[in-house]
């Protein structure tokens, strides 16, 4: 029988981690139960750390939030911060999976499970946001995008944990949006996704642009040069398209059961393209 420890601290955690240094740790457990029921992980032990308060919240800190990496996906959603500064990450936690699984998986986990086809990720990505990594000696803050190493692989140490996330605040006007391509309506898994935040000036001229996209490489993808060619172009269907083979030559898709390397290079190509009905043109 697997042992399982469920600490009501940060102080429990690390004596507990300290007695079990292999156990995995999980909050959620939405993506390493399947694991463990697939047979594809076999802890010797598990420690539950979804009753650490340390994890839980979102706090105002000025310039920034900070967001606790055992909030679940619906606790965010509803959370008056999140919606009022970060539209594009509400969007996108309103389309991850099923309400079951909204309710259970937290933003830790998302970002630690590390899929390409995560859905915070890209809203993290084009909001700058950064990791907090807490050991019992130390904590350590880093972006995103340098945190995401693979799929399934993030730059975590034996006995560290992600406590949360940094998101800096807009100043300005930006448009916020995310959506996402599956193989059907409902708690469907991206065969690409786009997440873009736009700064458009009073005659729709695109000031500044932040682009990420899921499922089309073996990390969220951005695209600089993309996000150059928009600034100081009016958000129409002619400056998309022009930026379209810039960001479909920086694109690295698979092809898996999903959906083919190429079909996955149009989706994100179209995405780009719906940007154009932010603009209304």
């Known amino acids: 029988m697997r042992p399982v420890f469920l600490p009501e601290n940060l102080r429990e955690l690390w004596e507990t981690w300290n007695q079990a240094p292999t156990a995995s740790v999980y909050a959620g457990g939405t993506d390493l139960l399947v694991k463990l029921r697939a047979g594809l992980a076999e802890p010797p032990a598990l420690i539950c750390i979804e009753r650490l308060k340390e994890l839980k919240g979102v706090r105002d800190e000025g310039a920034t939030v900070f967001v606790g990496a055992g909030n679940t996906h619906a606790e965010l959603l509803a959370d008056p911060l999140i919606q009022t500064h970060f539209p594009v990450l509400a969007q ?134 993309a996000e150059e060619a928009l600034k100081g172009r009016p958000l129409c269907v002619e400056t998309l398209r022009d930026a379209m083979p810039v960001v479909q030559a920086a694109l690295s898709p698979i092809d898996d059961i999903r959906a083919s390397a190429a079909h996955r290079r149009a989706v994100a190509g179209n995405l780009l393209m719906r940007l154009a009905l932010l603009g209304g043109k």
């Open 92 to 225: 996108a936690l309103g389309v991850l999976a099923g309400p079951p699984i909204r309710h259970m998986g937290t933003i830790g986990g998302n970002v630690v499970n590390a899929s390409p086809a995560g859905d915070t990720l890209p809203p993290l990505y084009v909001l700058d946001a950064e990791v907090e990594i807490w050991s019992r000696t130390r904590s350590l803050r880093m972006p995103i995008s340098r945190f995401i190493l693979g799929p399934g692989q993030a730059l975590l140490k034996p006995g560290e944990l992600v406590g949360g996330l940094w998101i800096r605040k807009l100043s300005g006007d930006w448009i916020h949006h995310y959506e996402k391509v599956g193989l059907r309506k409902a708690q469907a898994c991206a065969v690409a996704s786009l997440a873009a935040i736009l700064k458009v000036d009073g005659n729709g001229i695109i000031e500044e642009a932040r682009l990420a996209w899921g499922s089309v490489g073996p990390t969220v993808a951005v695209c600089p040069k």
